[in-house]
């Protein structure tokens, strides 16, 4: 792992170091046009590489557009693969090299452990400080005609090294700041409350929320700040260390099914959903959430569980007004909510080691006070 300014740079010579002669490029229109890779590329070159260049990623990859990529990557005949971007582009490289290796289709690799074949060193340098799937085990590849998502989850995606280098960041508008910072911190929470969790993913969660609490409002107040936008980048990958070790819980569950459905992006809809699904833990985990809170510096001495865990929603609530993230998603439809449920309960069910359970009726109150219902109007 290279870390600072520059560090991308350094990157590109450690690909060539390692012995590869091409590389595939994996990035997005957006970053291409803001020259955001332009100097990679160039260090690339430097270094002797062959580059070719896919740039065809949109957020939230789907499948047709990995199917394409794949076409690309087996054309140029790249020796390695680098992701350049956030989530969406290192997600698609990801799927990209494990269904080059495997010769199947995404869908085919749907759930655990089903690469077993060696795939192309894959590198990667995050352009965003948010999803942690520079470090995680895992790509979420979107099925639009199924109105779902998915994961192919395998040790092989992990990349062989990567860079976090913030003079990559500055350019990042503060609502996606906002918006990636905030699922970094979900990431960091539900990976914290799980019952997988270890002493060493614990202590990377509660550095990685400690992080984002004090620099994602200075991160989207100046962009430009390096100190700001390095701790991010820092946090967001130990958020991703953590949670590619405990997993994460039914904010991510929720938040899954609404994306495709109402098109909103998946860190606006992990910081809206966070402090609803805390609510409802604060029956049965508060003193997790309490200790939690505490680490991270929260609440005041001589707090009671309750005092505590609530402080921590409170600070949440706070650090999402103060990135201009809205309390509630107006987008929602009442006659959805549901079959969000039964799709949210279904994802959460089969994966998250959750701290403790939603019925689906639990599960309706959250989805409809994140939309904007008020308790004493909630139908039973
Ligand atoms: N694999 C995992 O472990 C994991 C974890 C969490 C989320 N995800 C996935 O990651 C995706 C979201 O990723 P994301 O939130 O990082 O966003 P993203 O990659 O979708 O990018 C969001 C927008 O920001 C722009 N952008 C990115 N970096 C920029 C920069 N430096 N300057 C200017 N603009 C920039 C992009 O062009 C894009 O328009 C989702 O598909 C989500 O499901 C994956
Ligand atoms: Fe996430």
Not at 301 to 307: K, L, N
């Amino acid at each position: 792992m290279l870390t600072g300014p520059g560090s991308s740079l350094e990157l590109a010579r450690l690909i060539a170091d390692r012995g590869a002669r091409s590389v595939l490029v994996v990035t997005d229109r957006v970053l291409l046009e803001l020259e955001v890779v332009a100097p990679l590329l160039n260090a690339l070159k430097q270094a002797g590489l062959a580059v070719t260049v896919f740039s065809e990623v949109e957020p939230d990859p789907t499948i047709a557009m990995i199917m394409a990529g794949i076409e690309m990557l087996r054309a140029s005949g790249a020796t390695a693969v680098l992701a350049v971007g956030g989530g969406s582009p290192i997600d698609a490289a990801k799927a990209m090299i494990a269904c080059h290796a495997s010769g199947r289709p995404p869908e085919d690799l749907d759930g655990y452990f089903k690469v077993r074949d060696l795939v192309l060193p894959f590198f990667a340098v995050p352009t965003t400080a948010g999803s942690g799937s520079e470090v995680t085990i895992a790509s979420v590849v979107s099925d639009p005609g199924a109105g779902r998502k998915f994961a192919i989850v395998d040790n092989q995606l992990v990349p062989v090294a990567i860079a976090l280098d913030p003079n990559l960041m500055v350019g990042l508008p503060p609502h996606v700041t906002a918006a990636t910072g905030m699922d970094a911190l979900t990431h960091a929470i539900e990976s914290d409350l799980s019952t997988l969790a270890t002493p060493a993913s614990r202590a990377q969660s509660v550095a990685a929320a400690r992080a984002i609490f004090r620099d994602l409002p200075r991160a989207c107040q100046d962009g430009h700040d390096i100190d700001a936008r390095q701790s991010l980048a820092v946090a967001s990958c130990l958020a991703g260390l953590a949670f590619t070790r405990a997993s994460v819980g039914y904010v991510h569950a929720i938040a899954h099914q609404l994306g495709p459905l109402y098109h909103l992006p998946h860190g606006y809809l992990n910081a809206t959903l966070l402090p609803y699904v805390l609510d409802f833990y604060l029956d049965g985990a508060a003193p997790r959430m309490a200790e939690f809170a505490g680490a991270c510096g929260l609440g005041q001495d001589g707090d009671d569980p309750q005092s505590l865990a609530k402080s921590l929603i409170a600070a949440i609530r706070q650090l999402n007004a103060s990135v201009a993230i809205p309390q509630t998603i107006e987008q929602i439809v009442d006659a959805d909510i549901p079959e969000i449920v039964q799709r949210a309960l279904a994802e959460a069910h089969g994966t998250y080691p959750v701290p403790t359970y939603m019925s689906a009726a639990d599960c309706a109150t959250v989805v409809r006070r994140a939309a904007g219902a008020r308790p004493e109007k909630e139908e039973v």
